[in-house]
């Protein structure tokens, strides 16, 4: 990432962030869900894809680039 991009990010808190805790996941600044179902959660951001696995997963709270996902999350894989 250039730095002018990282500035960028951080003058407009544009960053990525991730929080996990109690069978939840907040995730915000995402580009996209690319997949969603009950057992797997695909997520875009900028070029690196996140993978959520588990069981029964929801969309409990989803507003303009933030997405809360609860459910019994297993796993969570960066590409």
């Known amino acids: 990432m250039k730095l002018k991009d990282k500035l960028d990010d951080y003058l407009n808190d544009n960053e990525y962030k991730i929080t996990i805790k109690n069978k939840q996941i907040n995730i915000i600044n995402y580009d996209e869900i690319i997949d969603f179902s009950l057992t797997k959660v695909t997520i875009k951001y900028?070029?690196?894809i996140f993978t959520?696995?588990?069981?029964n997963l929801a969309i409990q709270k989803?507003?303009?680039n933030e997405v809360l996902i609860i459910g019994d999350i297993k796993s969570i894989q960066i590409s």
Do not use: A, V, W
């Open 52 to 55: 959520i696995e588990g069981k």
């Open 62 to 64: 989803m507003i303009d």
């Open 46 to 48: 900028r070029h690196n």
